[in-house]
């Protein structure tokens, strides 16, 4: 299947530090690419539907001015989480969906686990 | 609203055959995913159905009945690997997966 790479896997920064993610389709180009949030024992949370070489699409109730998110390439998506506070402690995922794919699914990266102190 | 119904927690022992239900209501229907997720990892794909029946894949299968909102996830000759949630996803009509809350799978030897 289709690989997505997430970097880093684990983070630990200071508050009011920014912190930036990226995500790779390895070997499938990805026009979409999609950033949830997990918290413990929760299920998946979308925050934002990133689109290359346009404006990312937030949900509900995500600040964007505080996940900025970039779509440089057909295989690069970063989020950079701005001012981090521990109240963004969390499990970040990123998923790319390969539109060649049979099924049109998505394809997640390992996660990264990010810490706020 | 678009709502995604999976129990909480289920529990079954190992070599067992156990199925977890997933019913829907969502803005149109493109397809519906299962995902494995092991505790601290990311989501695995698991099936896809996006026509009404049962999709066998080895010790895993599939069902759809789209009429009546409803989905399932056989898993045969349990694993104690097999222990981990499954989530139930609805691609919508624009495209966009809806999860499920999840349900956690215990599996006791």
């Known amino acids: 299947g289709a690989v997505v790479s997430q970097h880093p896997s684990r983070v630990i920064c200071k508050s009011g530090t920014s912190v930036k993610i990226e995500c790779r389709s390895l070997?499938?180009?990805?026009?979409?690419m999609f950033w949830y949030r997990q918290f413990p024992k929760k299920s998946l949370m979308l925050m934002a539907t990133s689109n290359e070489g346009s404006k990312a699409t937030y949900e509900q109730g995500v600040e964007k001015d505080k996940f900025l998110i970039n779509h440089a390439s057909l295989t690069l998506s970063t989020l950079t989480v701005t001012s981090a506070h521990p109240e963004d402690s969390s499990f970040y995922i990123c998923?790319?969906?390969?539109?060649?794919?049979?099924?049109?699914?998505?394809?997640f990266g390992p996660g990264t686990r990010l810490t706020v102190l | 609203g678009q709502n995604i119904d999976q129990p909480t927690e289920m529990t079954a022992t190992e070599g067992a055959i156990v199925q977890i239900n997933c019913t829907y209501q969502t803005s149109g229907f493109n397809g519906l995913f299962w995902y494995q997720q092991h505790a601290g990892e990311a989501p695995t794909f698991l099936s896809y159905?996006?026509l009404d029946g049962l999709e066998e894949k080895g010790r895993f299968s599939s069902f759809l009945s789209r009429s009546k909102g409803y989905s399932y996830l056989l898993l045969k000759e349990l694993q104690m690997k097999d222990s981990a949630s499954y989530l139930c996803a609805v691609l919508d009509s624009n495209y966009q997966l809806i999860w499920g809350a999840g349900t956690k799978l215990i599996i006791k030897p």
């Open positions: 998923s790319a969906r390969d539109v060649g794919g049979a099924y049109n699914e998505q394809f």
């Open positions: 159905n996006v």
């Open positions: 070997d499938f180009q990805a026009t979409t």
